[in-house]
T-cell receptor
Framework: AQKVTQAQTEISVVEKEDVTLDCVYE???????LFWYKQPPSGELVFLIR??????QNEISGRYSWNFQKSTSSFNFTITASQVVDSAVYFC???????????????FGTGTLLAVQP | NAGVTQTPKFRVLKTGQSMTLLCAQD?????MYWYRQDPGMGLRLIHY???????AKGEVPDGYNVSRLKKQNFLLGLESAAPSQTSVYFC??????????????FGPGTRLTVT
């Protein structure tokens, strides 16, 4: 069965601190996608990144970076120099692959609530 | 482009009442999805569709029905609402994987309360 675990339920940091959100996944597929979404207090879900299982290069986008390690089945997300606007719930998700045809179905973790204090 | 829109934004139902949630997307996406979000449980897939006229069950389909009569619309129905269906409902859409897609684009959500 496929599963995504975000063990950190809540994290609280002070502005300008670095913070890493953990994501561990389980899948029997050799080809899959991993995602991060942000849900700010306003409630909408914002796509942050997609990574396929063949690409283990780390990615950096401004203050955001992602570390994908197949050996440990992890796809961790780091925010450098956090800001109050980063306060949100962050979800990690895994995309299922069906041999009969891909459906892009997402399996979500339970999310990590990040609170950045001024 | 409006992206993914959902109607209504809020709704209160009494147990046993029925209602339909409407999702519309203007991105010409093949795939559409309905999720529910409950505290501490993340998002769980209710039903999904990989094309006009097709639907399939997700992780938590009981108590819900869906229809995809037009490519741009995906309707979620509750025939007899129960308090356990109190939740925030999100619709999403995506291109097919063959078209290079994968990420889903989400609507703003519908907050449903069943009393």
């Amino acid at each position: 069965a496929q599963k995504v675990t975000q063990a950190q339920t809540e994290i609280s940091v002070v502005e300008k601190e670095d913070v890493t959100l953990d994501c561990v996944y389980e899948t029997r597929d050799t080809t899959y996608y991993l995602f991060w979404y942000k849900q700010p207090p306003s409630g909408e879900l914002v796509f942050l990144i997609r990574r396929n299982s063949f690409d283990e290069q780390n990615e950096i986008s401004g203050r955001y970076s992602w570390n994908f390690q197949k050996s440990t089945s992890s796809f961790n997300f780091t925010i450098t120099a956090s800001q109050v606007v980063d306060s949100a719930v962050y979800f990690c998700a895994l995309s299922e692959m069906n041999y009969g045809g891909a459906t892009n179905k997402l399996i979500f973790g339970t999310g990590t609530l990040l609170a950045v204090q001024p | 482009n409006a992206g993914v829109t959902q109607t209504p934004k809020f709704r209160v139902l009494k147990t046993g009442q029925s209602m339909t949630l409407l999702c519309a997307q203007d991105m010409n996406h093949e795939y559409m999805y309905w999720y529910r979000q409950d505290p501490g449980m993340g998002l769980r897939l209710i039903h999904y569709s990989v094309g006009e006229g097709t639907t399939a069950k997700g992780e938590v389909p009981d108590g819900y029905n869906v229809s995809r009569l037009k490519k741009q619309n995906f309707l979620l129905g509750l025939e007899s609402a129960a308090p356990s269906q109190t939740s925030v409902y999100f619709c999403a859409s995506s291109y097919s994987r063959l078209a290079g897609g994968g990420e889903q684009y989400f609507g703003p959500g519908t907050r449903l309360t069943v009393t």
